[in-house]
C-alpha cells in the first residue's frame, strides 16, 4: 500500500469521526432555527427560514419570564467572575506563605488541603446548606441564595486545587529573587506583589481556564445554594428550571441551549492553545 | 531581628487566613458535622437524637442503594473502557503527519467545554426526538439501553479530552527510538506493542483514574439525560431507578424522598468507597515509579 493512500484512507477516517462528533451540535443549531410545527413535523430536517425563525426564537426565550435568560447570564458572569479572582488572589497568597515559610505547620496545613481534594462534593452538600443557614442566622450575613455565600463556597471547594498548584510552581521560583528585591528594600506586600505574582503568570492563566469551566459549567452546587426559582439564579439553574417545568418546545430549547454554549465556543476558538494546554497540563500535575 | 520575626509571622497569617477560613466554612466544618449528623436522626434542619448506625444499617438494607452500589461499579467499568479505547484510537489518529490534525484534535476536544447538564439535555433531545423521529424508538426508554446510552454520551463528552493526554505523552516518544526499531524491522503493529504503550504507561495511570473518578462522581449528564429513569422491577419486587448512580441516589433520597439523614449516611459511604479508591491509585502510581 503506498503511503499516499494510507494518508487518504486516515484522513477519510478522521473526517468520518468528525461528522459523529458535529452532527449533534449541528442538529442543536438547526433546531434551534426552526419553528414549533416544523420541529413536531421532522427534526431530521433542514429549517425552511432559518434567520427570520431564529431571530423569532431568540426574542422569545429573551422575553420568557420563567427562563430570565438575560439575568441568568448575568448572574453566571458576576459568579464566575468574582469566584475566579477571589480564588486566584487567595490562593496564590496562601500557596506562596506556605512554600515560603517551611515550617512544620506549612506541612500540615499543605497535607490538609490536599487530602481534602477526595471528598466528594455529595459528602458536604447536605450539610453545607443547613451550616451556611445557621451561620447566616447567627451573623445576619446571607450566605443561603446570595452572592456573598456562592462565592465563599467557590473559593472553599476550588482553595485545594488551586494551592496544590501554586504550591508546584512556586517552588521553582528560585529564593534569591525575593532575597534581592528584600535587601532593595521591599517589604513583604510589595515583594509578593511585584516579584511572585508577575512570576505566576502562566499557571494563573492555567488555573483560570481550569476553575472558569468548571464554576461556568456547575450545577450541583447553585441548585443546593441558591435554589430553584430563586432571583439569583445561574445559567444552568435557569435552563434546568425552564426545560423541567413545561411542555417540551425542543425549538426553545435548542435555541436557549446554543445561547448558552456560545461564549464558550467564542472563548474557545479565541484561545485554543491556551485552552486545550490548561486543561490537560492541570490534570497531569 | 525578634520585630523582624514576629512581623514574618503576621505576614504568614494574613496570607494564609483568606483561604483556611473559606476552607474551614465551606469543607471541614460540613465535612464534620455530615459525618455527626449521619449518626443522628437530622431532618435537614435539627437533631433531637443520636441514633448510632441506624442510618447506615438501613440505607445498606436497602435496595435502591444495593441497586447504585453496583450499577456504579458496573457504569464506571464499562465508561472507562470505552472511553480510553475510544480516546486512545483518536490519539492514534490524530499524531500521524497530516496535514489539518490540529483542526481534527480541536473538533474531538470541543464537547468538553460544554457543561454536563446542557450535554445531557442535548442527548435527551437527539435520542428521544431525533432518534425517535426516524427510526420510531429512543434508547432512554429501556433501562438497559438507557445505561449505555449514559456511557455513550459521556464518551462523546470526555475522550476528546483523554486523547488530548495520550496525544502529549505519544509526541514526547523520541523520535530515533521509533527510527531505530524501524530499521530494525519493526512494523506499526509491533511498534505499538513493544514501545508505544510500555512508554505510555504513566499516562495511562492519569488517564485511568480520571475516567474512573469522573464517572464514580457523574452526576449533571445523569441528572438531565434520564433522571435516573426508566424504572426496572428487580428479582426481590422491588422498584428501582434504573439509571441511578450513587451520586444520583444521594440526591433523590436527600431532595425527593426528604430523608436526610439516611442520605447523608449514603454520602459518607460515597467518600469512603472514593477515598479507597484513591489511595490504591496513589499506590499504583508509587509501584510503577519504583520500577521506572
Not at chain 1, 11 to 34: E, Y
Amino acid at each position: 500500500m503506498s503511503k499516499k493512500m494510507s494518508k487518504t484512507i486516515l484522513f477519510i477516517a478522521m473526517t468520518v469521526l468528525l461528522i459523529l462528533w458535529i452532527t449533534p451540535i449541528f442538529l442543536v443549531v438547526s433546531n434551534s432555527l426552526k419553528e414549533y410545527q416544523e420541529v413536531v413535523n421532522s427534526k431530521a430536517a433542514l429549517p425552511t427560514a432559518p434567520i427570520s425563525q431564529g431571530i423569532t426564537n431568540f426574542q422569545a426565550i429573551l422575553a420568557n419570564e420563567n427562563l430570565n435568560f438575560v439575568n441568568s447570564f448575568l448572574n453566571s458572569i458576576i459568579i464566575t467572575v468574582a469566584s475566579l479572582v477571589s480564588l486566584t488572589v487567595v490562593g496564590a497568597m496562601a500557596a506562596w506563605v506556605l512554600v515560603r515559610t517551611k515550617t512544620k505547620s506549612s506541612a500540615i496545613i499543605f497535607m490538609v488541603f490536599v487530602a481534602s481534594m477526595v471528598i466528594p462534593f455529595q459528602a458536604v452538600m447536605l450539610p453545607l446548606v443547613s451550616w451556611f443557614a445557621s451561620v447566616s442566622r447567627f451573623t445576619g450575613i446571607a450566605l443561603t441564595r446570595s452572592y456573598t455565600g456562592i462565592i465563599l463556597a467557590y473559593t472553599g471547594f476550588g482553595s485545594a486545587m488551586t494551592i496544590f498548584m501554586y504550591h508546584g510552581f512556586i517552588k521553582s521560583i528560585p529564593y534569591e529573587l525575593e532575597e534581592a528585591a528584600r535587601i532593595d528594600g521591599c517589604n513583604q506586600y510589595q515583594i509578593f506583589l511585584r516579584i511572585i505574582l508577575p512570576i505566576l503568570k502562566p499557571i494563573t492563566i492555567t488555573l483560570l481556564i481550569l476553575n472558569g469551566i468548571w464554576i461556568w459549567n456547575d450545577f450541583l452546587l447553585p441548585l443546593v445554594l441558591l435554589g430553584q426559582g430563586n432571583a439569583i439564579q445561574t445559567l444552568p439553574l435557569g435552563i434546568s428550571f425552564f426545560i423541567g417545568s413545561f411542555v417540551k418546545q425542543w425549538e426553545l430549547i435548542m435555541m436557549c441551549l446554543i445561547l448558552s454554549i456560545i461564549p464558550v465556543i467564542i472563548l474557545f476558538i479565541l484561545g485554543q492553545k491556551h485552552i486545550i494546554r490548561g486543561m490537560v497540563g492541570g490534570a497531569v500535575k | 531581628m525578634k520585630k523582624k520575626l514576629t512581623s514574618q509571622k503576621f505576614v504568614y497569617w494574613i496570607f494564609l487566613t483568606p483561604a483556611l477560613l473559606a476552607f474551614v466554612m465551606t469543607i471541614v466544618i460540613p465535612f464534620v458535622i455530615g459525618v455527626y449528623y449521619s449518626f443522628t436522626n437530622w431532618t435537614g434542619m435539627k437533631v433531637t437524637e443520636f441514633v448510632g448506625f441506624d442510618n447506615y444499617i438501613e440505607v445498606l438494607g436497602d435496595s435502591s442503594f444495593k441497586y447504585a452500589l453496583v450499577l456504579t461499579i458496573i457504569f464506571s467499568v464499562l465508561s472507562v473502557i470505552t472511553i480510553n479505547v475510544v480516546a486512545f484510537g483518536l490519539a492514534t489518529l490524530v499524531t500521524q503527519k497530516l496535514r489539518g490534525v490540529n483542526f481534527f484534535r480541536a473538533a474531538y476536544f470541543l464537547p468538553n467545554l460544554i457543561g454536563g447538564l446542557i450535554l445531557g439535555y442535548i442527548w435527551q433531545f437527539l435520542f428521544n426526538g431525533v432518534m425517535y423521529d426516524l427510526f420510531s424508538y429512543s434508547p432512554l426508554s429501556n433501562a438497559n439501553s438507557a445505561l449505555f446510552a449514559i456511557i455513550f454520551v459521556l464518551t462523546w463528552q470526555y475522550a476528546g479530552y483523554i486523547m488530548m493526554i495520550y496525544v502529549t505523552a505519544l509526541l514526547n516518544i523520541p523520535e530515533d527510538i521509533l527510527e531505530a526499531s524501524r530499521i530494525d524491522g519493526a512494523n506499526r503493529i509491533n511498534q505499538l506493542i513493544y514501545i508505544k504503550l510500555p512508554m505510555l504507561a504513566s499516562a495511562f495511570t492519569i488517564t485511568l483514574f480520571l475516567t474512573l473518578v469522573n464517572s464514580f462522581k457523574q452526576f449533571d449528564v445523569i441528572f438531565s439525560l434520564t433522571n435516573g429513569g426508566p424504572s426496572r422491577e428487580l428479582a426481590s419486587g422491588a422498584v428501582v431507578n434504573s439509571t441511578n448512580t450513587l451520586a444520583v441516589d444521594i440526591y433523590q433520597r436527600a431532595f425527593q424522598l426528604k430523608d436526610m439523614q439516611v442520605a447523608q449516611a449514603e454520602a459518607v459511604i460515597f467518600f469512603i468507597l472514593l477515598t479507597v479508591l484513591s489511595l490504591i491509585q496513589v499506590r499504583v502510581t508509587k509501584n510503577k515509579e519504583v520500577e521506572a
